[in-house]
Nanobody
Framework: VQLQASGGGLVQPGGSLRLSCVAS????????MGWFRQAPGKEREFVAV????????YYADFVKGRFTVSRDNAKSPVYLQMNSLRPEDTAIYYC?????????????????WGQGTQVTVSS
């Protein structure tokens, strides 16, 4: 499975971006899809995940109410809608695929990773 994240860019505080994650090589229908981010000098951290069934989502506390993860169906991209962006949201954002759902907030649990897309929130 190869994942490709896109949609990052430069946005002002309070603005919005929508990140997309598409897969090639295998359908993502049976994978939980997570979003993580990594800021300079910091560890990669969990942002959000949507389970393979599409019915359950989990979020990091610092994005609750601002970010929404979604997927239309097994063949569609996975999206991360980011609203009310803050300077502290600046990071490289990665999408990742997990098959077993053992520890969805832990980067090490994910088998496949995209290359990341830069999000910069600045005035």
């Amino acid at each position: 499975v190869q994942l490709q994240a896109s949609g990052g860019g430069l946005v002002q505080p309070g603005g919005s971006l929508r990140l997309s994650c598409v897969a090639s090589g295998r359908a993502l229908s049976a994978y939980n899809m997570g979003w993580f981010r990594q800021a300079p000098g910091k560890e990669r951290e969990f942002v959000a995940v949507i389970k393979w069934s599409g019915g359950t989502e989990y979020y990091a506390d610092f994005v609750k109410g601002r970010f929404t993860v979604s997927r239309d169906n097994a063949k569609s991209p996975v999206y991360l809608q980011m609203n009310s962006l803050r300077p502290e949201d600046t990071a490289i954002y990665y999408c990742a695929a997990d098959r077993f759902g053992i520890s969805l907030r832990t980067p090490g649990s994910y088998e496949y990773w995209g290359q990341g897309t830069q999000v910069t929130v600045s005035s």
